[in-house]
């Protein structure tokens, strides 16, 4: 009597079988980190190429020329000294890349400093608390215009005038995580066998710290693309003569009845850059989760 084959040779593979290649598995898992760097990627490189994407001179006036509708000249139409704003709006991407990759520099580095200080030297712990503590009470908007109503308008000034508020986020985090890490068994072994607290800081310490540190790094650039932009409208940020998104919009606002394109295009970048900065940070925070990790 034949026995009847427990399993069929050469059956096509089903869908849940089939070979999925690792790197387009983790593709799948984490759309919104792809979808993120893609738009982070492509504003960075219009806003690069901006000298020779744009069509003409930012800072070129053409009376003649105020306020048109988009067209095949002016791409984007013009303000209400003539100038291009699709040129100012590809050469304001420079002011708000700038202006969000050094405040998350800045301020995460400062805050590392900070918070290590605070959360393993008991000495210095109540102090720069209570200091982080004070800054916080500040709404940071505030904050930014103080500092900079006493300044020189400038875009290293706008720099500094974000990271101040932006430090004490930071620094509550890393030392938050620092008195976890310390209690646990191999911080303590290397204190046990004589390790220098520099070496146990940089070794042992930070290493553990790198993904929570580089999700927060991404919201804090978001964060300050669109403090510039704010600061800017108000007036009190980079110089009026600067192209930047905040600076166009402000320029922009009391013509919108008759030439709302003047607002729209660096708002609609604006908010693309943002939207992509907090993909790339969601999509981080997933892929770098260790439970996540696992189950890929």
Do not use: C
């Not at 500092?147 to 000034?157: D, G, K, N, P």
């Not at 303590?188 to 607290?197: D, F, I, K, N, S």
Request: glycine share 6%; no cysteine.
């Amino acid at each position: 009597m034949n026995s009847v084959p427990s399993v069929v040779k050469n059956a096509p593979p089903s869908d849940e079988t089939a070979f999925v290649p690792p790197r387009w598995r983790w593709a799948r898992k984490h759309p919104t980190l792809i979808i993120g760097a893609v738009l982070i990627l492509a504003v960075a490189i219009i806003a690069l190429a901006a000298p020779w994407v744009a069509t003409h001179d930012p800072q070129d006036i053409d009376p003649l020329a105020r306020m048109q509708p988009p067209s095949s000249e002016h791409w984007f139409g013009t303000d209400a000294l003539g100038r291009d704003v699709f040129s100012r709006t590809v050469w304001g991407g420079q002011v708000s890349l700038i202006v969000g990759i050094s405040v998350a520099v800045i301020s995460t580095l400062f805050g590392i400093v900070l918070g290590l200080l605070a959360g393993f030297v008991r000495r210095a712990d109540g102090f720069i608390m209570r200091v982080m503590d004070g800054l916080m009470a500040i709404p940071g908007i505030l904050l930014a215009i103080a500092l900079m109503a006493v300044t020189r308008a400038s875009l290293t000034t706008v720099i500094v005038a974000i990271v101040v508020p932006e430090v004490p986020r930071v620094v509550r985090l890393v030392r938050s995580l620092a008195l976890t890490l310390r209690e646990q068994l191999f911080v303590e072994a290397a204190h046990a066998v004589g390790t220098r607290l520099p070496t146990i800081l940089l070794r042992h310490v930070l290493p553990n710290m790198v993904a929570p540190l580089v999700v927060q790094a991404t919201f804090i650039a978001a964060s300050a693309v669109l403090f510039e932009a704010a600061l800017s409208f108000l007036g009190v940020g980079v110089p009026p003569t600067t192209p930047s998104w905040g600076n166009m919009m402000a320029e922009g606002r009391n013509f919108v009845a008759v030439a709302f394109h003047i607002i729209l295009y660096p708002g609609i970048l604006l908010a693309a850059t943002v939207l992509a900065i907090n993909l790339l940070g969601d999509g981080l925070r997933d892929a770098l989760d260790p439970r996540l990790a696992r189950q890929l």
